[in-house]
């Protein structure tokens, strides 16, 4: 089964595309990896997801706007996937790019992607799996990390405590070790609040390879006042996003400081923190491998840092060492979901959601009759039968 994978993550840059051909083997998955590309959003429409983003004000139109805007630029990158497998494909999934992820009391009440699937479908013409979060918040869950499912069949937890690093806009950490469930959860923000300070300090996306982060020195009282969020202690399933790690709650943790702070020192800062958390995250749970994949693997700022603390406890090394393109895991992870789906098997894990049982995930739109199905004549009345 050929199956497109997309995924546009909270740092809403672009669309990962891979294209992936399963076989089920008895109770082993082959996954064969056909390809992969990043779409780079264009400028206006990175500036149309933020403006729509919390702690934003918006309107239903802007909503519905984006939601047709991101549908169209899925639908094109569908159709490179469809390339990618060779010009044919069984399904796409395509989760949409999150815009709220409703939190309260640490309990998730909903979410909402948007990226109208029904525009995808009608591209290439195969049926598109969506929604993929909302089961799970219906069991209970967090709805988020989803990744954890992919993880848990690539690491072998007979080869002891391992974990699977995801750095996205937040950090995700998934933990497999020997006898126990499968644990992951949202550790805090990886490239969120960097990418933050880069639009405000430096007028620019992000702070290409950790340069500038690199040439500062880490201001010990902001790193405290950051390190005391409550979210870092809170014991998982947790999530979380740019609800709540934005550019307000940088700028707000700036003021409170009361001193001005050099750019490249709060590059650097920021830096430390995501090395802290995800850092201790590890330690905590006594990984002694953690394999990483995502955006922030290409900051070698951020590598040597985490490298650095991790030395003598644990390895840092990247997907693409077992066959996985780092900066493409989580679309082929999504992929892997769909087959999931198609073949109506749990992808969530309650274990890391703390849903009440693991649920099928999303929503399939049809992209018109299936071809294998008789179809009777079309109607010309309706009778009702008593």
Same mark, same amino acid.
């Given at each position: 089964?050929?199956?497109?994978?997309?995924?546009?993550?909270?740092?809403?840059?672009?669309?990962?595309?891979?294209?992936?051909e399963?076989?089920?083997?008895?109770?082993?998955?082959?996954?064969?990896?056909?390809g992969h590309?990043?779409?780079?959003?264009?400028?206006?429409?990175?500036?149309?997801?933020?403006?729509?983003?919390?702690?934003?004000?918006?309107?239903?139109?802007?909503?519905?706007?984006?939601?047709?805007?991101l549908g169209?630029?899925?639908?094109?990158?569908a159709?490179?996937?469809?390339?990618?497998?060779?010009?044919?494909?069984?399904?796409?999934v395509?989760?949409?790019?999150?815009?709220?992820?409703?939190?309260?009391?640490?309990?998730?009440?909903g979410?909402?992607?948007?990226?109208v699937p029904?525009?995808?479908?009608?591209r290439?013409?195969?049926?598109v799996?969506?929604?993929?979060?909302?089961?799970?918040?219906?069991?209970g869950?967090?709805?988020?990390?989803?990744?954890?499912?992919?993880?848990?069949?690539?690491l072998?937890?007979?080869?002891?405590?391992r974990?699977?690093?995801?750095?996205?806009?937040?950090a995700?950490?998934?933990?497999?070790?020997?006898?126990?469930p499968?644990?992951?959860?949202?550790?805090?923000?990886?490239?969120a609040l960097?990418?933050a300070?880069a639009r405000?300090?430096?007028?620019r996306?992000?702070?290409?390879? !950790?340069?500038r982060? $690199?040439?500062g020195? /880490?201001?010990?009282a902001l790193l *405290?006042?950051l #390190?005391?969020?409550p979210?870092y %202690?809170?014991p998982p399933?947790k999530?979380?996003?740019?609800?709540?790690f934005?550019?307000?709650?940088?700028?707000?943790?700036?003021a409170a400081?009361?001193?001005?702070?050099?750019a490249?020192?709060?590059?650097?800062?920021?830096?430390?923190?995501?090395?802290r958390?995800?850092?201790?995250?590890?330690?905590?749970h006594?990984?002694?491998?953690?394999?990483?994949a995502?955006g922030g693997?290409?900051?070698?700022?951020?590598?040597?840092r985490?490298?650095?603390?991790?030395?003598?406890?644990?390895?840092?090394?990247?997907?693409?060492?077992?066959?996985?393109?780092?900066q493409?895991?989580e679309?082929?992870?999504?992929?892997?979901?769909?087959w999931?789906?198609w073949? !109506?098997?749990?992808? $969530?894990?309650?274990? /890391?959601?703390?849903?009440s049982? *693991?649920?099928v #995930?999303?929503?399939?739109?049809? %992209?018109g009759p299936?071809?294998?199905?008789?179809?009777?004549?079309a109607?010309r009345?309706?009778?009702?039968?008593?």
């Open positions: 089964m050929r199956i497109v994978g997309l995924m546009s993550g909270t740092s809403y840059d672009g669309v990962d595309v891979v294209a992936a399963f076989t089920a083997d008895g109770d082993t998955l082959r996954l064969r990896p056909l590309r990043e779409l780079a959003y264009p400028d206006d429409l990175r500036a149309e997801i933020g403006a729509l983003l919390p702690p934003a004000a918006t309107t239903i139109e802007a909503v519905c706007r984006l939601d047709n805007r169209e630029v899925f639908a094109e990158a159709a490179t996937g469809v390339e990618l497998a060779g010009g044919t494909a069984d399904a796409v395509s989760p949409g790019q999150t815009v709220f992820h409703w939190v309260e009391d640490g309990r998730v009440r979410t909402l992607q948007l990226g029904a525009r995808v479908a009608a290439v013409g195969v049926p799996l969506h929604d993929l979060r909302s089961a799970d918040v219906a069991a869950g967090q709805g988020a990390p989803l990744v954890p499912a992919f993880d848990a069949l690539l072998d937890p007979a080869a002891g405590a974990a699977a690093l995801n750095l996205g806009g937040i995700n950490l998934t933990v497999v070790a020997p006898g126990a499968v644990l992951g959860y949202d550790v805090g923000p990886a490239n960097l990418d300070a405000r300090f430096l007028d996306p992000c702070d290409v390879d !950790g340069a982060a $690199a040439a020195r /880490v201001h010990e *405290a006042r #390190l005391a969020e979210y %202690a809170a399933p999530s979380t996003g740019k609800e709540l934005h550019g307000g709650y940088l700028d707000a943790a700036l400081l009361g001193e001005p702070v050099a490249d020192d709060v590059l650097a800062t920021l830096t430390e923190l995501t090395a958390t995800v850092a201790d995250a590890c330690d905590r006594r990984v002694t491998e953690v394999v990483a995502g693997v290409r900051n070698p700022t951020l590598r040597a985490l490298a650095a603390l991790g030395a003598g406890r644990w390895r840092l090394r990247t997907t693409d060492e077992l066959g996985v393109p780092a493409a895991k679309a082929y992870a999504f992929a892997l979901l769909g999931l789906s073949h !109506g098997l749990a992808g $969530a894990v309650p274990s /890391v959601t703390g849903a049982r *693991a649920a #995930l999303g929503s399939w739109t049809p %992209a299936s071809a294998a199905a008789p179809r009777p004549p109607p009345r309706l009778v009702v039968d008593a």
